[in-house]
């Protein structure tokens, strides 16, 4: 009489061990492990030096140091008039050379502008993106070449993709002459604020959703 079979399998035929998808005739699991493993370690070696970089650069970034105010002498008063501006170069960074100084037009506050300035120095950096933008004394306009924007005689948005008034620099008379010190934002109604970046709006509820850096000088 035929022996029964047995019940809990161990007569069963044994398979071989089933392969990952993908694996070929002759390939090691060892050899799979190994690169397996060694992928990763790249890769976390990888996000090591991105995140220790940029730990590093932004622990010796002093963001909430305010650096030291920079006033630049660009003339006597007489120099300037009240209906056209004249450009001159000014001190931004000390120790770094060219790439320290940038051009404003300065020209004096006019009274029929309500202006309660005496001097009035815009900044050539374009309120989009940064560019700089050229004083056309025929048109009384402000012209960037980047994007097309236009900006009007005291500065304002009239065309193209600006989302402020062009910033401008606070100015004193000291000595006989007219200094330009601090850069400061404004608004649309020429409100100052403290200095934005380009392409970050101004005024109103966009002061809180655009606020300035921590080591920005204070609005005059
Ligand atoms: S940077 Fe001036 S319009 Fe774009």
Redesign the pocket.
Known sequence: MPEAASSNGDDAPKLPPAKPAGAFEGETMTRRAVFSIGGQALGGAGIGIVGLSALGFAAGTPLFEQADEIWTAVGPPGKFAVDTYRSTVITLTHGVGEAGKTTAYVRMGSPDLEETQAFIAVSTR?A????P?RFVEAANNFI?P????VYGFRGEVIG???VRPLDRFQTRVRDGQVEVGPRYSVTGDFDPVRYRDPGEFTGGIWNVLFPPRPSTPPAP
């Open positions: 374009c989009h993106l940064g560019c933008v960037c980047c994007h097309g924007g193209g993709p600006p």
